[in-house]
């Protein structure tokens, strides 16, 4: 346990005392910040419509959770499949090209401790991106009244979403010594697990069903609606335990290999 | 103190190390030498448990390095051929990770790091990035972290590479101080080095040990560098340049 809270030490200084973290923080908050903005200002011209051409029957339909908040996690998922494999690209990879990995590998730690703690640490980092983003739900909080249920389930969504893509990424990262190999294996990964249930319509009964079933956008999209769904749960529980031991394996294979 | 025994390390259709055998004492310093790409680099990192062996065995202070590899890298120091640095870090808090992740009481790492960093010369250079630093002073803050735990048995890969001849000599004057309270294998291309520091001698090339003895017995009829050139010679490397290769690869 004390090698973990090592580990996660040395990673969460590593991003903040280079530039990683504050650029990527910067970008991710930017981008945010823009989809914000052009939702609400949506949100805004159609209410101003909606009222003066409709009256107010039409405008009651309207709502923050549907027309603000639902985009605005579908938007930032995309930002995430992008960035996340760039946070995780280093884990591994840089440890392997600098050297350091015969110091880490040699040191009477354990690899799963290694594993745990590099997956603790990426997943703080992500934990702080997105809750930097909760100004903006904040401030729908102080000018309107959107439902905070369904917000807070879209939240454990992105970030459920987001944490898988953490253990998929640092898994691409073990495989490799060159960081750009982990990034784009990472990023194809991540917008394939993004992507896959695409073909569910024609994919007759039995693909179609499993193809949803693996997507993540699926279970996240039913999160972002409130839905709270035991096998949502149990899937993203799967994928980060499958990739976190699969990390391990790989790690682990240097020894037996 | 170290007993490696029939160790063979292959990579694909290439042969590293082949079945080599030698022993270290405990409290001895072996200079383990050979030519570039002879294996000593894959020796050591099996030796250290990084790389596992193809067959053979390692023992260190009687722990088996594939049963008990925990023990053994409890007890082992290791400084490979460029130092394991973190370049975002500063001296201090590299070493103070390295001590922790080495398993020492969180007690004890203060003094340690004190001990080190006047040890090994770095007490100018404390607060400073090892990314900024000289190539003399990450050599030497790679052995400040290769003996901060205090490890029984040291492994050091051409330790000397890159100093200047003032720092070469405070090395080689650290390193012989070790001897007695720790077992040292020392990797280099300096064969006065050898002659200055070590008591054991084990030539390697082609992946084969050619000489086994103590530095006594070898000088004295012949100065360490004749031996070294005769034995080289005697065993003319059929594969030299693919083992290179694997070195490289392996690096």
């Given amino acids: 346990m004390r090698n973990v809270l090592t580990i996660i030490g040395k990673e969460l200084r590593s991003y903040f005392v280079s530039p990683v973290a504050y650029v990527v923080l910067t970008g991710f908050l930017l981008l945010g910040g823009w989809f914000f903005f052009n939702l609400l200002s949506r949100f805004s011209l159609l209410l101003t419509l909606y009222t003066q051409f409709q009256g107010g029957e039409a405008a009651n339909r309207l709502n923050l959770n549907d027309y603000v908040i639902a985009p605005l996690m579908h938007n930032l998922s995309i930002i995430l499949v992008i960035l996340i494999p760039m946070i995780t690209m280093r884990a591994y990879a840089e440890e392997k090209k600098s050297g350091t990995y015969e110091l880490l590998l040699t040191s009477p730690m354990r690899t799963g401790e290694l594993v745990l703690g590099k997956f603790l640490a990426s997943f703080l980092f992500v934990c702080i991106m997105i809750g930097l983003t909760g100004v903006y739900p904040v401030i729908l909080l102080a000018f309107g009244n959107p439902e905070v249920g369904v917000i807070v389930a879209g939240y454990l969504g992105l970030l459920l979403l987001a944490t898988s893509f953490v253990a998929v990424g640092l898994l691409t990262s073990s495989f490799t010594e060159n960081q750009i190999i982990a990034a784009v294996s990472g990023l194809v990964a991540t917008l394939l697990l993004y992507i896959i249930g695409w073909p569910a319509e024609t994919a007759g009964n039995v693909l179609g069903p499993l193809l949803r079933y693996l997507s993540v956008t699926e279970h996240f999209a039913d999160m972002v609606k409130g839905l709270i769904d035991t096998r949502g749960l149990v899937y993203f529980a799967s994928l980060i335990a499958l990739a976190l031991f699969l990390t391990q394996r790989s790690v682990e294979s240097l020894r037996w290999r | ?251």
């Fill in chain 2, 1 to 251: 103190m170290i007993e490696v025994q029939h160790l063979t390390k292959r990579y694909g259709d290439l042969t590293a190390v082949s079945d080599i055998s030698f022993s270290v004492a405990s409290g001895q310093i072996l200079g383990f030498l050979g030519p570039n790409g002879s294996g000593k680099t894959t020796t050591m990192r099996i030796v250290t448990g990084f790389l596992p062996a193809t067959s053979g065995t390692v023992k260190v202070a009687g722990f088996d390095i594939f049963d008990d590899s925990f023990e053994v890298r409890r007890r082992i120091g290791y400084l490979p051929e460029s130092p394991p640095l973190y370049n975002d870090m500063t001296v201090t808090a590299y070493l103070r990770f390295v001590a922790r992740i080495k398993g020492m009481p969180r007690a004890e790492i203060a003094d340690a790091l004190d001990r080190v960093l006047t040890r090994c010369g770095l007490t100018t250079v404390a607060d400073r990035v090892t990314g900024h630093l000289s190539k003399g002073f990450r050599q030497r803050v790679g052995l400040a972290q290769a003996i901060i735990h205090n490890p029984a048995v040291l492994v050091l890969d051409e330790p000397t590479i890159g100093l200047d001849p003032q720092q070469i000599i405070e090395i080689r004057a650290l390193i012989k101080e070790l001897a007695g309270t720790h077992t040292v294998i020392l990797s280099t291309h300096i064969l006065p080095e050898v002659a200055q520091v070590c008591e054991k001698v084990v030539i390697i090339n082609a992946g084969r040990v050619v000489m086994e003895d103590l530095l006594a017995n070898l000088t004295q009829e012949q100065t360490l560098e004749d031996v070294f050139l005769r034995v080289i010679a005697q065993e003319e490397p059929h594969n030299g340049q693919l083992q290179g290769e694997v070195e490289e690869t392996a690096g």
